[in-house]
Nanobody
């Protein structure tokens, strides 16, 4: 499985960004796809997750992003988006897309087998 991320950048506080993650080579019809972030000196933390593909669409959100970030699936069922609104300086981090096939694993980074290379978000 290969994950390709795009959409990072530098924005002012209060602005919005959309991150995209396209997955290639899935062997199963259902998969957890998630966004994690990591800033210097801090542990990687789960931001949002979605049970994608033919999954039931359940989601996970980190408490600090609830009401501001939305994770969704594209019509191709292989692309996941993270719409980030009302961005704050504390959202600044490298954002990574992750995928785990065949099961729902939510926001636990240890459960994800496949990772993208990351895209920088600076607020």
């Amino acid at each position: 499985v290969q994950l390709v991320e795009s959409g990072g950048g530098s924005v002012a506080p209060g602005e919005s960004l959309r991150l995209s993650c396209s997955g290639f080579g899935f062997n199963y019809g259902t998969y957890s796809m998630a966004w994690f972030r990591q800033s210097p000196g801090k542990e990687r933390e789960g931001v949002a997750a979605l049970y994608a593909g033919n999954g039931d669409g359940r989601t996970y959100y980190r408490q600090s992003v609830k009401g501001r970030f939305i994770i969704s699936q594209g019509t191709d069922k292989q692309t996941v988006y993270l719409d980030m609104n009302i961005l704050k300086p504390e959202d600044t981090a490298m954002y990574y897309c992750a995928a785990e096939e065949g099961r729902w694993v939510g926001g636990d980074a240890r459960q994800y087998s496949f990772w993208g290379q990351g895209t920088q978000v600076t607020v």
